[in-house]
């Protein structure tokens, strides 16, 4: 003879459950979301506290149910079409983050997206989860790097510095803090220094040409050769006469678009 | 009469699998497969599924794949997510309700020996088994039940956690390349010693986990909100470590072309190697003009500028002996 004892899932519809013995499971409205619609759960939604169903939105065939607790009515949601409803729905934060599962009867989930559209609210009296189907998750630690555009990083989270960002990693030599060592504690500096050639990297999709730089000049004067390099800032300076010529014939003025070397005196008419 | 409590229901029940994935129709001895697997041999389990794997149903499913006895030792290897693997194990004649916490294999072999992996390679869980004494109906010593072709024991999905996207392991560090300096087309080409590739990446081979700080560096400013818990890095010259006196390696692999004779990292010119002005006249283009008394030819394919002081177009006199006589 063999004991066989009900299934799990059979065992629960006698009873409330996953919701508190305590719940109504019916709103206000009189809408009731029943004792065997929803067979199991398994909630972690992080940072929240006393789960339960908060509302049922249904919309234009989609119908998204919002778990929520004391301070946020919709801290999970699971959506699923009116026309296949499901019998595991997966719940997700507003980050789309795992929230839980809930095991559902399709046939009695159809039934409640039959509901009229629009938003059927629940209390937590009404419709709180049982505590065993409900695991504590502590927004502890990071949980993930966020960008002013919303856009979200987990798991393992690559910095990358570019365009003059120099990222470099030290032993931290700071204070200590909550207890732990200071040399605990590694460190990533940002050192912003800029790309020296960066006017390349701008025109590249330009086809940039690497110009040819004059590095020297170099004089041939009566039978002699000499190179003149250009100083510190990179300028070289031609004069015409010498310190011995107060005033020279020779000049050399400057102008907007070049130098003019000119002879001053009478031209030939 | 069966004792009362949790445990001892699921023995009588194929919970924690799915119904009719476990303990049906299993025989009273003899080889069996999965699907018929003892409902007393299991009695409850759980498993956190890595922060790896996605959040799809099928990051719900976990199947026990094997059960096997060798040295005296029942193995349940439950197949998990991503390929890897988790085994408890049990002595023969253990006692019951034994509660066992296990770590899986490696998920994903080849993804997962990526250097500096910060963390979330594994998936947890663990297990309860009831009553083993009557394993030597079912498996002899060195045999092996395998998952054929019919869905074996499947773990209720309300026993799964799944964790994709709620944490951050740690950070890797890294940075683009620079922009290189690049010989013009008739010119001879820079080279580059340690392999450096247009476009690599300086990646630390290592990850950066625990209390981690951001420290700001040259021209560097950091700003921290603890209302909305947010750091605004900012760049500010001068600020931080101030402005930076020489040049900063981007990794240790960042280093000056072959020959290069000023030791920049980018190859390019320092300030005073190349002429950007001439009295203070810079380029690109620079006009070398004469207007009386001066030639300026030039020999283009000599690179040559000749600025010859002729007086060609000059009225140029001089008194002769016979005009001072005659004055």
Redesign the interface.
């Known amino acids: 003879m063999r004991?066989?004892?009900?299934?799990?899932?059979?065992?629960q519809l006698s009873g409330n459950y996953p919701f508190g013995d305590q719940a109504t499971l019916i709103n206000a409205s009189g809408r009731s979301v029943g004792p065997d619609t929803f067979l199991?759960?398994?909630l972690?939604v992080?940072g929240a506290g006393l789960l339960y169903l908060s509302k049922i939105e249904i919309e234009s065939g989609e119908v998204t149910l919002h778990v929520g607790d004391a301070t946020h009515a919709s801290l999970a949601t699971a959506t699923f079409s009116a026309a296949a409803p499901p019998e595991?729905l997966?719940l997700?934060d507003e980050?789309?983050?795992?929230a839980g599962?809930l095991?559902a009867d399709s046939q009695k989930l159809a039934a409640i997206a039959a509901w009229s559209d629009g938003i059927h609210v629940f209390t937590y009296d009404e419709t709180n989860f049982v505590v065993a189907?409900c695991?504590p998750?502590p927004q502890i630690?990071?949980?993930?790097?966020k960008l002013a555009d919303g856009s979200?990083?987990?798991?393992?989270?690559?910095?990358?510095?570019?365009?003059g960002?120099?990222?470099?990693?030290?032993d931290?030599d700071?204070a200590a803090?909550?207890g732990?060592l200071a040399e605990?504690?590694?460190?990533?500096?940002?050192?912003?220094?800029g790309?020296?050639?960066?006017v390349?990297?701008l025109c590249d999709g330009l086809e940039f040409?690497?110009?040819?730089?004059?590095?020297?000049?170099r004089v041939h004067n009566r039978g002699q050769t000499y190179e003149v390099?250009?100083?510190?800032?990179?300028?070289?300076?031609?004069l015409t006469g010498d310190a011995l010529a107060t005033r020279p014939?020779?000049r050399?003025r400057?102008q907007s678009?070049?130098?003019?070397?000119?002879?001053?005196?009478?031209?030939?008419e | 009469m069966?004792k009362p409590g949790f445990f001892n229901?699921?023995?009588?029940?194929?919970?924690?699998f799915l119904?009719g994935t476990a303990g049906v129709d299993t025989p009273d001895q003899g080889p069996l497969t999965l699907q018929q697997l003892p409902n007393g041999w299991i009695v409850d389990c759980g498993f956190t599924i890595s922060?790896?794997v996605g959040?799809?149903?099928t990051?719900?499913v976990v199947q026990l794949a094997r059960v096997r006895r060798q040295n005296g030792v029942i193995y349940f290897e439950f197949a998990v997510p991503a390929g890897g693997t988790i085994i408890f194990s049990r002595v023969v004649g253990e006692t019951e309700y034994l509660t066992e916490y296990q770590d899986s294999s490696m998920l994903n072999e080849s993804a997962s020996a990526e250097e500096g992996?910060?963390?979330?390679l594994f998936t947890t869980g663990y297990l309860v088994t009831g009553s083993l004494e009557n394993v030597d109906q079912y498996l002899a010593e060195g045999d092996s039940i395998e998952l054929g072709e019919s869905d074996g024991p499947t773990v209720?999905?309300?026993?799964?956690?799944?964790?994709?996207?709620?944490?951050?392991?740690?950070?890797?560090?890294?940075?683009?390349d620079?922009?290189?300096?690049?010989?013009?087309?008739e010119?001879d080409p820079v080279e580059w010693p340690n392999e450096l590739e247009e476009g690599v990446?300086h990646?630390?081979p290592f990850?950066?986990?625990?209390?981690?700080?951001?420290?700001?560096?040259?021209?560097?400013q950091?700003k921290q909100n603890n209302v909305d818990n947010s750091l605004t890095?900012s760049?500010v010259l001068g600020a931080?470590?101030g402005q930076?006196c020489q040049?900063?390696q981007?990794s240790d692999r960042d280093t000056p072309p072959a020959g290069s004779t000023n030791g920049?990292l980018?190859g390019?010119?320092l300030?005073?190697?190349?002429?950007?002005?001439?009295?203070?006249?810079g380029g690109?283009r620079?006009?070398?003009?004469?207007?009386?008394?001066?030639t300026?030819t030039s020999v283009s394919a000599e690179h040559r500028l000749v600025?010859d002081?002729n007086?060609n177009?000059?009225?140029?006199c001089y008194k002769s002996p016979d005009d001072e006589s005659q004055s």
């Open positions: 004991i066989v004892h009900p299934e799990w899932r059979a065992e199991d759960a398994h972690y992080i595991m997966l997700q980050f789309e983050r795992s599962v095991i189907c695991l998750m630690g990071v949980r993930a790097i979200l990083f987990t798991n393992d989270v690559v910095l990358v510095g570019s365009n960002i120099v990222l470099r990693t030290e931290n700071g803090h909550c732990v605990t504690f590694p460190t990533i500096r940002v050192d912003i220094v790309d020296p050639l960066f390349r990297k040409t690497a110009p040819r730089p004059v590095r020297k000049l390099t250009p100083d510190d800032h990179g300028n070289v300076t031609i014939a020779l050399l400057e678009d070049g130098l003019v070397f000119e002879v001053l005196g009478t031209t030939i | 069966p229901d699921n023995a009588n029940r194929a919970y924690p119904e922060p790896l959040n799809g149903p990051a719900l992996r910060c963390g979330g209720d999905p309300t026993l799964v956690q799944l964790q994709a996207n709620t944490m951050v392991f740690g950070f890797r560090v890294g940075n683009d620079r922009t290189r300096y690049e010989a013009p087309a010119c990446l990646m630390q990850c950066l986990a625990g209390p981690v700080r951001l420290k700001p560096g040259f021209n560097c950091i890095i760049a931080g470590e930076p040049q900063i981007l920049l980018e390019g010119f300030c005073n190697e190349v002429i950007r002005t001439i009295n203070g006249r690109p620079l006009t070398i003009m004469s207007v009386h008394g001066v300026v600025i002081v007086l177009d000059m009225v140029t």
